[in-house]
């Protein structure tokens, strides 16, 4: 079966080789390699024109294929379905689609699969195949139609490079445009749930509600569901963390960043600089094995040393860990605000008779101080926004507590625990997931926002 990743490459070698036919066309058009200047543009623009009118077209009609394939692919098997199957309720439906498609993809369904499931899922699959043929013929036939019509165009008086650099202008500005309408449509989703749960919910008791339980309640004689929706506790440990984060990432980040850029030779700087910002490419999953079997325990057996009582999962654990973690993110970048001070502010200093230590606590930090608070506040947004630590490292209880001793939880912990599995949006508890998220979101934004007025400001000042 050709799979969509082969005729991707397909299309993009036919326009590799749209791009040396049109570089060739355009040398012949002109007489041979020496009357190349007889040409409006250069022969690269010719062959980058014939590669881009060639692969263009191809690729938005990919593009619209896959987004479309499986929901047509999907009707055609549902349609194809027994009666008594296509008239169950929509819940169910999906969940039949589910097991078809999985089935069809040789993954794992959700129960014993029927005949009636086997024969759907070997018409899926064939339909499937079907698609991905027809997608390859059309983009194929589309790709080389093009490429014959554009070289025939091509002579001394086509204007190449106004069409590469008008095409490359639209690119850029639909680029743009999808990147700020897929932006709009997540707000939009997720605010569009969240007033589904403050419908339920009142807004005051979601603000300031002390008890976050999400548990609903199916049976009036149920235990343990108290459909308790107070975001303070959330809140609360995700604060918590974070702070204890930045207490570790702050001092150490900011004093790496001076010694670098201030103390250390350019021989140590180029060796220890890269080896600091490993630590941003290392998974966060594997810094929650870390917290959760060594730092963990570890806090956890001095705590009892000293007659202290710790969680087996606390929130010092994973605020060390987190904290750790983001120290890149503050030491690279107050590393490089401290180089962007100009150096005649250094030299003036030393000229008035300050010594290295005075000039950098009286001129250089606090001429890199917006940029440093910059810096400080996304690494901020870093620590709030993390998940897998927490989860490991400091638990998925909700108590509201000061104690870093104690199990917390953050708003991201409680956003993935709501929507783990297959799970339908009309209850509370579901759509409380989209009120944290929508809350989280203002929160991350604001400090975005402080921190890029702060480092533009910063940047204004000294280019």
Known sequence: MISPTTVLFILLLLAGTAYYIGLRRSVAVAGGPEHVRKLHSRPPYYGAMTALWCGIPALVIFAFWQAFEADIITNLVVAGLPDEIRNLPADQINLIVNDIRNLAAGNIVSSQATQVIQEAASHYSRLQQTSHT???????????????????????????????????????????????????????????????????????????GLKWSPQIAIRSDQVGASGAFGAVPVFTGTLLISAIAMAVATPIGLMSAIYMSEYAN????????????????????????????????????????????VSSESALAAGLVMGIMIIPFVSSLSDDMINAVPQELRDGAYGLGATKSETIKQV????????????????????????????????????????????????????VTLLVGDQEFDSPKTLAAFALGLLLFLVTLCLNIIALVVVRKYREQYE
């Open 134 to 208: 027809a997608l390859a013929v059309v983009a194929v036939c589309v790709c080389i139609l093009v490429l014959v019509l554009v070289q025939y165009k091509i002579s001394k008086t086509t204007r190449a490079r106004n069409q590469v650099e008008r095409i490359i202008f639209w690119l850029l500005v639909s680029c743009s445009i999808i990147a700020i309408f897929t932006t709009i449509g997540i707000v939009l989703s997720v605010l569009y749930e969240a007033i589904r749960f403050f419908k339920a919910v009142p807004v005051a008791e979601f603000l300031f």
């Open 266 to 309: 350019k021989t140590f700087r180029a060796v220890a600089k890269p080896l600091m910002e490993i630590l941003a490419g290392i998974p966060t999953v594997v810094y929650g094995f870390f917290a959760a079997l060594v730092v963990a325990p570890l806090i956890r057996d001095a705590g009892q040393w000293i007659g202290l009582d």
């Open 364 to 415: 250089v930090l606090p001429a890199a101080l917006p940029g440093i608070v910059g810096s400080v506040l996304l690494a901020i947004s870093r620590a709030i926004g993390e998940t897998m630590i927490v989860v490991m490292a400091a638990g998925l209880t909700a108590n509201l507590t000061l104690n870093p001793l104690k199990t917390v939880t953050t708003v991201t912990v409680q956003i």
